[in-house]
């Protein structure tokens, strides 16, 4: 059993909240193995005299969370916690806080007892004060129905926004605790249906290596939820943040990106505004903002033409913008095409344009929702593709929220869709004529389509795997088309949003040619590598940074070959504390060591790395590999189901040193393989700075 590392045997154990911290045990720590990984941490956690979440919480509710309200509402539990006050609640209820008899970690536990005629529309505070005898990260998991906001010490460190069963380890969050006392603190909201919530603490980088890679042998790592942070590095090294001062009348709540020739950045927001940044890659007390347009619906996307004119994407329609005489301010507002069909739902957003060589803009809309119909306006969850004339065709079906369209270097279109109802989790799609995507409500305005009744397009509906819902699927469907690649929800973001292809030859660092996409709701941007194979596109994501101040909505790369984060969060929720903004990322010119890409083979995966590996690292546990698939249903989203750990039965390094050939039996179709390089290190002996990625499977190498 390993022995503790001297800084951590002089730790307190920590259960409960003591006044003070109970004196150290030498003699404490070590691996304490239990029936469930849950178990196993707490129980090892205990043994190194660190919280384990175990002891007093309370409870306080009901608040009103009619029309999730709760979502945007700070109530005074998260202004100031104090067990002595007492508070008015929905429907004028007055209620203080209670302790919550049963509830503790590592088990879903029902918050529907605690309200029996309040079941609906409502949202409760539990709250767990405990002690720790150091400051040091903790990583905590979570499951939650319906909706989740996590502060500790009195900052917000998750906000999740969801419709499905709480299920143990559905997401996680690193957080700082502090010595001696601390606070956590979750709000969970209830729309209908079940009201649960889970909360364990998973084990911190303090406890030794050897212990925590023991929990992993024990209860694989394809079971466990993870987070997209740096695990063994500043990713802020590698890639400075830059905050864009915004002007005083400004509120930059981004709904689209877009550089002119001239160098200047145009932003339209969901105000309806659209701002011109003047020197916008110049130090920030150089760069200017201008109003250039206003009286626009929600523009969630633009495409520039030239200095003078942009086309932009409002809720009804395409628009031309001019400024006609060169005075800095939009003149003249032209309607392109408007003959998609809007219904006055809120969830109707229309998405884009990106625009092909010859001249055609295509745009994606979004489906309303939750009750009636989704798609009650015509061509509500298509892409229709706009001539330059005007005229408009019907492209593609089965999209959900296809929060941004682009085209790749290559010439093709992907969009990037959410989580919700048929769709399993947030997928990036390769975008085609006439095939659907997965959701049913677009199947409304297929018999009006150009291509309504094509037999070639019709199937049995199984999807991922072959997994379908307990209704046995959804039969006479049209062939679904495979997303390129699964972002797995909660551990590489919950909203993702518009793709973007960096075509900076370098100036970037070492990932040209590859797509970023940002994450609305976690504040982060992600990477992907796609290939591909058999003619299909499939490829891996992973992490590449975080701790943004607000929610990344639109990406754009400068002429300088930095990229700029353009962010909101009002209505939808987000990590960082800001509701808007405008921040930029700079490569610092220090090449992180990370998996650049993966490839499939045909005995199992290639890692390829930025930089040489050390040949000592390659050893039969320097990497592991899970995979999952998911359930195509009508259920808003998806566990991960028949989860697995794969066999790794060879790891061989090429002769220069950069590609790591993992040998993995039985790879199959229709599933996201979860491959971990943990072990893996540098030339110079340093860890990655990301050790996960995920990769989808459509086809396999012949």
């Known amino acids: 059993m390993p022995r503790l590392l001297p800084v951590v045997a002089l730790l307190a154990a920590v259960a409960a909240v003591p006044a003070q911290p109970p004196k150290p045990d030498p003699k404490a720590g070590g691996y304490v193995r239990k029936p469930t990984r849950a178990e196993t941490a707490r129980a090892t956690l205990a043994g190194y005299g660190l919280p384990t979440l175990e002891g007093t919480w309370h409870y306080a509710g009901p608040f009103d969370n009619a029309n999730k309200v709760a979502l945007d509402t700070a109530y005074a539990p998260e202004k100031k916690v104090d067990l002595a006050d007492t508070f008015t609640g929905k429907d004028g209820k007055r209620f203080g806080w209670k302790e919550f008899d049963g509830f503790g970690p590592g088990r879903v536990v029902s918050l529907l007892p605690l309200f029996p005629d309040d079941r609906e529309h409502s949202v409760a505070y539990l709250l767990h004060e405990f002690r720790s005898p150091r400051a040091f990260t903790l990583p905590l998991s979570f499951g939650a129905d319906d909706t989740l906001t996590v502060f500790v010490n009195g900052k917000r460190v998750l906000l999740e926004d969801h419709e499905r069963a709480a299920e143990p380890d559905q997401f996680r969050v690193e957080v700082e605790v502090k010595e001696g006392k601390n606070q956590l603190l979750l709000k969970v909201g209830q729309n209908l249906g ?193 001539s330059p004339d005007g005229s408009m065709e019907p492209w593609a079906y089965g999209l959900r929220s296809p929060n941004g369209v682009a085209f790749s270097p290559d010439g093709d279109l992907f969009y990037a869709d959410n989580q919700g109802e048929w769709v399993a989790s947030n997928k990036l799609h390769h975008l085609r004529k006439a095939e659907f995507y997965g959701h049913q409500a677009p199947l409304r305005w297929l018999k009006e389509s150009p291509f309504a009744g094509n037999p070639d397009k019709v199937a049995s509906g199984m999807l991922y795997d072959g997994q379908r819902g307990p209704e046995g699927g959804p039969s006479g469907f049209p062939q679904v088309d495979p997303p390129a690649v699964w972002f797995p929800y909660g551990r590489m973001g919950n909203s993702v949003s518009e793709p973007v292809w960096d075509t900076t030859g370098g100036k970037f660092g070492p990932f040209a040619g590859q797509c970023f996409v940002g994450d609305q709701t976690k504040s982060t941007v992600m990477r992907v590598a796609l290939e591909k194979v058999n003619g299909a596109y499939q490829g891996a994501c992973f992490p590449f940074r975080s701790g943004l101040q607000c929610g990344v909505n639109r990406l754009a790369f400068a002429p300088d070959g930095s990229l700029f984060a353009g962010q909101t969060g009002r209505g939808w929720g987000s990590l960082g504390g800001k509701m808007y903004g405008l921040q930029r990322l700079v490569y610092a010119g220090a090449e992180p060591f990370e998996v650049h890409h993966v490839a499939l083979t045909r005995d199992g995966f290639d890692l390829t790395f930025t930089q040489p590996v050390k040949p000592e690292s390659v050893t039969p546990r320097a990497a592991s590999v899970g995979s999952y698939t998911y359930v195509y249903w009508q259920t808003y989203g998806s566990p991960e189901v028949d989860r697995r750990a794969e066999a790794v039965t060879a790891a061989t390094l090429s002769a220069d040193g950069r590609t790591l050939s993992l040998s993995v039996p039985g790879v199959r179709r229709g599933r996201v393989y979860e491959v971990r390089a943990d072990g893996v290190k540098s030339a110079d002996g340093r860890k990655l700075l990301h050790d996960e990625c995920y990769y989808t499977v459509n086809q396999l190498r012949d």
């Open 194 to 386: 079940g009201w649960a919530v889970y909360v364990n603490p998973e084990l911190p980088s303090i406890v030794p290596e050897a212990v925590r890679k023991q929990l992993d042998r024990d209860f694989p790592k394809a079971v466990a939820a993870q987070t997209p942070s740096a695990p063994n590095g500043d990713e802020a090294a590698h890639y400075k943040l830059v905050t864009v001062p915004l002007a005083d009348d400004c509120v930059l709540e981004v709904g689209g990106l877009a550089f002119r020739p001239d160098g200047k950045l145009l932003a339209c927001t969901r105000r309806g505004e659209i701002w011109l940044v003047h020197n916008p890659t110049a130090a920030p007390a150089d760069i200017k903002m201008t109003r250039w347009a206003a009286g626009l619906h929600e523009a969630l996307g633009m495409w520039v033409q030239d200095d003078k004119t942009v086309y932009v994407v409002q809720r009804p329609e395409l628009t031309r913008i001019t400024d006609t005489d060169g005075h800095g301010t939009a003149d003249e507002f032209t309607t392109v095409c408007d003959k998609w069909g809007v219904s006055g739902d809120y969830h109707e957003f229309a998405f884009g344009p990106a625009r092909d060589k010859d001249g055609n803009f295509f745009v994606t809309l979004n489906v309303g929702f939750g009750g009636g119909h989704q798609a009650k306006a015509p061509w509500r969850g298509w892409c229709v593709k706009v």
